[in-house]
C-alpha cells in the first residue's frame, strides 16, 4: 500500500506540473496577444506607421523569441533591449519605421546589414521575396540563424562577415538596410543596390547622435532624405 500511495502522489504531481506549464503557456500568450496590439494601437499607428503589410508583419513575428529569456515580458516595450555582446534589438517603432521607408514589395530581395537577435530580417521576411543578413559578431549571426530557423523564416539567409563588403554574389539587392550607425554608406553597398533601389541607414551627425537617412539609387548617385534623429549602437569593424 506504501508503494502504490507513493507512485499515486508522484503521479500527482506530474500531473500539476503538466497543468501549471500548460496554464502557463496559456497566459504567456495571451500577455504576449494584449502587449502585441498595444505596440500596433499605442505605438505604431500614432506615430505614422500605417501600411497593413507592415502592421501585420510586425503583429505576426513573435519579438519575444528574438530577446533574451529575462526580458521576454518587455519585448514589446517602446524602447531597445539588450542582447549580448553590447549589442540591442532595436524598439519596434524603429524597426516600423526602417521598414516603411525601405517601401519593400513582395517581389524584392533585400540586404539586411547588421543582423543582430534577427527580428527586423523576420519582419522583413513576411514582405519581401528573399532577406539576405550579415552579422560580424560570430556568436549573435549563429543565435539568429537557429532562431530564424527554428521558428521556419526560410527565406532568410544568414552569413557571419563584413557587412561593409556586401553579399556580393546575392547582388544586386532592391534594398539594404543598415542597422548600425555609420559615417556615410558604404561604397560597396550603393555598388551592389539597384538604380531606383533604396538603402536606409542611422548616420552619424555632429550632435552625438545620427540622423535616419534613406538614399535612393538614381543613374548612380546617391539622392539623399531624411527622416527622423535616432541612436543606434555603432557599426563593428572587426570580425569577431
Excluded at 513575428?61 to 521576454?72: G, I
Excluded at 548616420?203 to 527622416?227: A, H, M, T, W
Amino acid at each position: 500500500m506504501t508503494t502504490f500511495f507513493f507512485w499515486i502522489k508522484i503521479y500527482s504531481i506530474i500531473i500539476s506540473m503538466f497543468l501549471f506549464a500548460g496554464l502557463s503557456f496559456s497566459q504567456d500568450k495571451e500577455y504576449f496577444e494584449k502587449e502585441k496590439r498595444k505596440m500596433i494601437e499605442r505605438h505604431l499607428k500614432p506615430r505614422g506607421i500605417t501600411d497593413p503589410r507592415i502592421l501585420e508583419a510586425m503583429y505576426k513575428v513573435p519579438r519575444e523569441e528574438f530577446v533574451p529569456q529575462n526580458l521576454r515580458r518587455l519585448a514589446y516595450s517602446d524602447g531597445p533591449l539588450p542582447i549580448g555582446e553590447g549589442q540591442t534589438i532595436s524598439q519596434p517603432y524603429i524597426v516600423a519605421l526602417m521598414t516603411s521607408l525601405l517601401e519593400p514589395k513582395k517581389i524584392d530581395k533585400i540586404l539586411e546589414i547588421g543582423t543582430g537577435s534577427g527580428y527586423q530580417a523576420a519582419v522583413l521576411s513576411l514582405l519581401v521575396d528573399k532577406v539576405y543578413t550579415i552579422e560580424i559578431i560570430k556568436k549573435l549571426a549563429q543565435r539568429a540563424q537557429d532562431t530564424l530557423k527554428r521558428l521556419g523564416y526560410d527565406n532568410v539567409e544568414v552569413k557571419w562577415g563584413d557587412g561593409f563588403l556586401g553579399w556580393e554574389e546575392n547582388s544586386p539587392f532592391d534594398g539594404i538596410i543598415i542597422t548600425c550607425s555609420v559615417d556615410d554608406f558604404p561604397p560597396k553597398l550603393i555598388e551592389q543596390l539597384k538604380e531606383g533601389g533604396r538603402i536606409v541607414a542611422p548616420i552619424n551627425n555632429p550632435f552625438g547622435y545620427q540622423d535616419l537617412v534613406v538614399g535612393i539609387k538614381r543613374k548612380g548617385e546617391i539622392i539623399r532624405k531624411y527622416s527622423i534623429p535616432c541612436r543606434f549602437v555603432p557599426a563593428t569593424h572587426r570580425l569577431r
